[in-house]
């Protein structure tokens, strides 16, 4: 950094986020203190903050209630103000004591002995110290580094910085935009008759052009990577119609329209010679494992191998049961491979995905380890794929490689340079770095504004219906204190012969007094039930054990399943026709739509009950009403984005994904509309300027966008 900064001060910056100049001028204001003018005392209105001046005519510490330094300040009306300081030292006692005058900084309140401000940011008055002539920014910062250290490394900044404006003069007219470089150093600088609200809400124009330079930072971002994708190259999977005929013919169901449009698209992008990157949206039960599997048979009519990873063992294994009944039959046995085999049945599954005697590799984050080889692999299907972080997408796909690596980005990411011999020709070229093709999925609908935001450099297909037969979920909020009409519901249904979930709450995170509750709930149903079958799923069971009991609940040798949040995905049993989420406050909205998914199944009536304990936190009400009036995933997944922003719904601590800091994709999504628009244009019409914006905006980003 070239601004001179202690090393003690910049690990602090650091902490912030602050590493370059640039960073420093984008270290906006949480807030300003308005010390342009002086208010009288008789004035003051108590709880909105205000600047007085004049002289101390009283000072003493006071050690009732508590030990605190009391003073009066007299201005020229006459008028007495208390200031209160329960922590001082000496140096604020002699610029406090008695004949000094002095600005105090604060907001106003009825005290014991009349008016006053308790901890106001006091400084020394006079003629010779005149008043601010702008807002006085308030910024985020951390231990150890006060407000003016931080506040005169942004002025440094702001004076060092050459801040050229990187939109096309003609662009910034037509958006109505003010400058870059004005709109910077206003929100840094207010002046004293500025809109505050519109500053503090952040509607202000300099607000505007910051906001929309991050969105357009972003989207030009995934246009870049979108067409460096193009450019890359993949084994042609052209569409043999043996493996994939074969299977659509021996399943007991048709594909929904639906089904077969996105099939259609992800058939397509395999046979391009370019690594498909397709998002697989569909919402709980509406069909995507089977467009997965043709996916796979399509790789491995082509002779490569197929990999498909799920997040949770109990998702990886209901895919590789069902997987395996589906292929059987057309001669292809898949290999399962988790963390929890036995060290000779991972080596032997490791065995045959490196010889290539297995076509598909079934898992979860076993499957990229540095033990594990494929021989051919040709196709990566990731399963709830937020759930992944980047560097587990990246290693997966690096095994299809042919050198084990991806092809660096071009030197010019805005105009790339083609690669010979892409347009066509044999499935593996020689001297060319060749790509697995990737699908991902998703049951997690992803709002309107969220995907042209973080997805926008995927192909994004969606299954937007229902196989026919699902009967519609009726939910029912119930109060914890009618818990035995609770239990009764669950008899009646299990004594009618159909099937029941009884899900126990996540706990502070805690997987151990999460399998806890389980037990304990389990141990408290079988007291209450003991003419029903009841079993017990958990994350701490083997796999033998976990696969066991779901074959035995889905046979219907169960009637009742105790289960943690491991059955959130994936669970297929018709007959379940009852669940009980207890705890319901406790969970978010997608677990609860996701775990409200697993009923609804077959043919009869299903139900839903969401126990809930009072008193309900303000949120804890919000997501149970949007669940309760709501059975449509796209439309809760929206109101979840408002509830909650995108970070949670991207998965984003464990994804990389950078995270807009000014930009609030539930009140922007104009200016989003406008960015997308423009990234094309700059891109097509202004390279030179994209490229710019780019550096400015993403020079500090890790290589996300190569997942």
Same mark, same amino acid.
């Given at each position: 950094?070239?601004?001179?900064?202690?090393?003690?001060?910049?690990?602090?910056?650091?902490?912030?986020?602050?590493?370059?100049?640039?960073?420093?001028?984008?270290?906006?204001?949480?807030?300003?203190?308005?010390?342009?003018?002086?208010?009288?005392?008789?004035?003051?209105?108590?709880?909105?903050?205000?600047?007085?001046?004049?002289?101390?005519?009283?000072?003493?510490?006071?050690?009732?209630?508590?030990?605190?330094?009391?003073?009066?300040?007299?201005?020229?009306?006459?008028?007495?103000?208390?200031?209160?300081?329960?922590?001082?030292?000496?140096?604020?006692?002699?610029?406090?004591?008695?004949?000094?005058?002095?600005?105090?900084?604060?907001?106003?309140?009825?005290?014991?002995?009349?008016?006053?401000?308790?901890?106001?940011?006091?400084?020394?008055?006079?003629?010779?110290?005149?008043?601010?002539?702008?807002?006085?920014?308030?910024?985020?910062?951390?231990?150890?580094?006060?407000?003016?250290?931080?506040?005169?490394?942004?002025?440094?900044?702001?004076?060092?910085?050459?801040?050229?404006?990187?939109?096309?003069?003609?662009?910034?007219?037509?958006?109505?935009?003010?400058?870059?470089?004005?709109?910077?150093?206003?929100?840094?600088?207010?002046?004293?008759?500025?809109?505050?609200?519109?500053?503090?809400?952040?509607?202000?124009?300099?607000?505007?052009?910051?906001?929309?330079?991050?969105? +357009?930072?972003?989207?030009?971002?995934?246009?870049?990577?979108?067409?460096?994708?193009?450019?890359?190259?993949?084994?042609?999977?052209?569409?043999?119609?043996?493996?994939?005929?074969?299977?659509?013919?021996?399943?007991?169901?048709? +594909?929904?329209?639906?089904?077969?449009?996105?099939?259609?698209?992800?058939?397509?992008?395999?046979?391009?010679?370019?690594?498909?990157?397709?998002?697989?949206?569909?919402?709980?039960?509406?069909?995507?494992?089977?467009?997965?599997?043709?996916?796979?048979?399509?790789?491995?009519?082509?002779?490569?191998?197929?990999?498909?990873?799920?997040?949770?063992?109990?998702?990886?294994?209901?895919?590789?049961?069902?997987?395996?009944?589906?292929?059987?039959?057309?001669?292809?046995?898949?290999?399962? +491979?988790?963390?929890?085999?036995?060290?000779?049945?991972?080596?032997?599954?490791?065995?045959?995905?490196?010889?290539?005697?297995?076509?598909?590799?079934?898992?979860?984050?076993?499957?990229?380890?540095?033990?594990?080889?494929?021989?051919?692999?040709?196709?990566?299907?990731?399963?709830?794929?937020?759930?992944?972080?980047?560097?587990?997408?990246?290693?997966?796909?690096?095994?299809?490689?042919?050198?084990?690596?991806?092809?660096?980005?071009?030197?010019?990411?805005?105009?790339?340079?083609?690669?010979?011999?892409?347009?066509?020709?044999?499935?593996?070229?020689?001297?060319?770095?060749?790509?697995?093709?990737?699908?991902?999925?998703?049951?997690?609908?992803?709002?309107?504004?969220?995907?042209?935001?973080?997805?926008?450099?995927?192909?994004?297909?969606?299954?937007?219906?229902?196989?026919?037969?699902?009967?519609?979920?009726?939910?029912?909020?119930?109060?914890?204190?009618?818990?035995?009409?609770?239990?009764?519901?669950?008899?009646?249904?299990?004594?009618?012969?159909?099937?029941?979930?009884?899900?126990?709450?996540?706990?502070?995170?805690?997987?151990?007094?999460?399998?806890?509750?389980?037990?304990?709930?389990?141990?408290?149903?079988?007291?209450?039930?003991?003419?029903?079958?009841?079993?017990?799923?958990?994350?701490?069971?083997?796999?033998?054990?976990?696969?066991?009991?779901?074959?035995?609940?889905?046979?219907?040798?169960?009637?009742?399943?105790?289960?943690?949040?491991?059955?959130?995905?994936?669970?297929?049993?018709?007959?379940?026709?009852?669940?009980?989420?207890?705890?319901?406050?406790?969970?978010?909205?997608?677990?609860?739509?996701?775990?409200?998914?697993?009923?609804?199944?077959?043919?009869?009536?299903?139900?839903?009950?969401?126990?809930?304990?009072?008193?309900?936190?303000?949120?804890?009400?919000?997501?149970?009403?949007?669940?309760?009036?709501?059975?449509?995933?796209?439309?809760?997944?929206?109101?979840?984005?408002?509830?909650?922003?995108?970070?949670?719904?991207?998965?984003?601590?464990?994804?990389?994904?950078?995270?807009?800091?000014?930009?609030?994709?539930?009140?922007?999504?104009?200016?989003?509309?406008?960015?997308?628009?423009?990234?094309?244009?700059?891109?097509?019409?202004?390279?030179?300027?994209?490229?710019?914006?780019?550096?400015?905006?993403?020079?500090?980003?890790?290589?996300?966008?190569?997942?």
């Amino acid at each position: 950094m070239p601004l001179k900064i202690p090393p003690a001060t910049q690990s602090k910056l650091t902490k912030l986020g602050i590493r370059t100049p640039f960073d420093l001028v984008l270290h906006l204001p949480l807030r300003y203190e308005d010390e342009t003018k002086i208010t009288r005392i008789a004035d003051l209105v108590p709880g909105e903050s205000a600047q007085v001046e004049g002289e101390i005519i009283h000072s003493e510490v006071m050690y009732r209630p508590r030990r605190s330094l009391v003073c009066q300040l007299q201005d020229v009306s006459g008028d007495i103000l208390y200031l209160r300081f329960l922590n001082f030292y000496p140096s604020q006692q002699k610029q406090l004591a008695v004949g000094k005058k002095i600005r105090a900084l604060g907001e106003p309140r009825m005290g014991f002995f009349g008016d006053e401000m308790v901890h106001p940011k006091c400084r020394v008055a006079g003629e010779s110290v005149p008043l601010k002539q702008a807002l006085t920014p308030v910024y985020p910062t951390t231990a150890g580094l006060p407000q003016p250290t931080l506040s005169k490394y942004i002025h440094a900044a702001l004076n060092e910085l050459a801040l050229d404006d990187t939109l096309p003069e003609a662009l910034k007219k037509r958006l109505h935009l003010p400058d870059f470089d004005a709109s910077v150093k206003l929100l840094h600088q207010p002046p004293p008759n500025i809109d505050e609200n519109a500053l503090l809400e952040r509607a202000h124009p300099a607000w505007m052009r910051i906001k929309f330079d991050e969105l +357009l930072a972003q989207q030009l971002s995934m246009r870049v990577h979108y067409r460096e994708r193009s450019l890359r190259v993949a084994p042609k999977l052209s569409a043999h119609n043996q493996l994939t005929d074969g299977l659509l013919k021996d399943l007991p169901f048709a +594909l929904t329209n639906a089904q077969k449009k996105v099939w259609q698209e992800i058939s397509h992008d395999l046979a391009r010679p370019h690594p498909m990157q397709r998002l697989l949206q569909g919402d709980v039960g509406s069909g995507k494992t089977v467009v997965a599997a043709l996916a796979a048979l399509q790789a491995i009519e082509n002779g490569y191998q197929a990999a498909f990873m799920a997040p949770t063992e109990i998702l990886a294994e209901q895919h590789f049961l069902k997987l395996r009944d589906w292929l059987e039959p057309l001669g292809i046995t898949p290999v399962w +491979l988790s963390g929890s085999l036995k060290k000779k049945d991972k080596t032997a599954a490791a065995e045959r995905i490196a010889s290539g005697d297995t076509q598909l590799a079934i898992g979860t984050h076993a499957l990229f380890q540095n033990s594990v080889e494929f021989k051919k692999l040709g196709l990566v299907i990731v399963d709830e794929q937020h759930k992944f972080g980047v560097q587990q997408r990246l290693a997966l796909r690096g095994k299809g490689t042919t050198s084990n690596s991806v092809r660096p980005a071009p030197s010019n990411p805005v105009r790339p340079e083609p690669v010979e011999g892409t347009n066509g020709g044999p499935n593996e070229r020689s001297g060319v770095t060749q790509e697995p093709h990737q699908l991902m999925m998703s049951a997690t609908p992803i709002p309107r504004t969220l995907a042209m935001s973080y997805y926008a450099d995927l192909d994004v297909s969606v299954i937007d219906e229902l196989p026919p037969g699902r009967t519609p979920i009726v939910t029912k909020l119930v109060s914890d204190a009618r818990r035995e009409e609770v239990f009764e519901r669950v008899r009646a249904a299990c004594l009618e012969g159909r099937q029941a979930y009884w899900v126990c709450p996540l706990i502070d995170e805690s997987e151990a007094l999460q399998l806890q509750t389980a037990l304990e709930t389990h141990a408290t149903l079988t007291q209450i039930f003991p003419e029903l079958r009841i079993g017990l799923a958990h994350g701490k069971l083997s796999s033998a054990e976990k696969a066991e009991t779901m074959a035995a609940f889905k046979a219907g040798e169960l009637q009742l399943l105790v289960a943690t949040t491991v059955i959130e995905v994936g669970v297929d049993v018709p007959n379940a026709s009852l669940m009980v989420i207890d705890h319901a406050e406790r969970m978010g909205l997608a677990q609860l739509h996701q775990l409200r998914g697993r009923v609804g199944r077959g043919a009869a009536e299903s139900m839903c009950v969401l126990l809930f304990q009072q008193p309900l936190s303000e949120l804890a009400r919000a997501r149970l009403k949007i669940i309760y009036e709501n059975t449509d995933g796209f439309e809760i997944a929206q109101q979840d984005l408002r509830l909650r922003g995108p970070g949670e719904l991207l998965g984003a601590r464990q994804s990389g994904v950078p995270m807009l800091r000014f930009a609030d994709l539930g009140e922007d999504d104009k200016l989003l509309d406008k960015a997308r628009d423009i990234a094309d244009e700059m891109l097509r019409d202004f390279p030179q300027e994209a490229q710019a914006h780019l550096q400015r905006w993403m020079a500090n980003e890790p290589d996300y966008l190569r997942t």
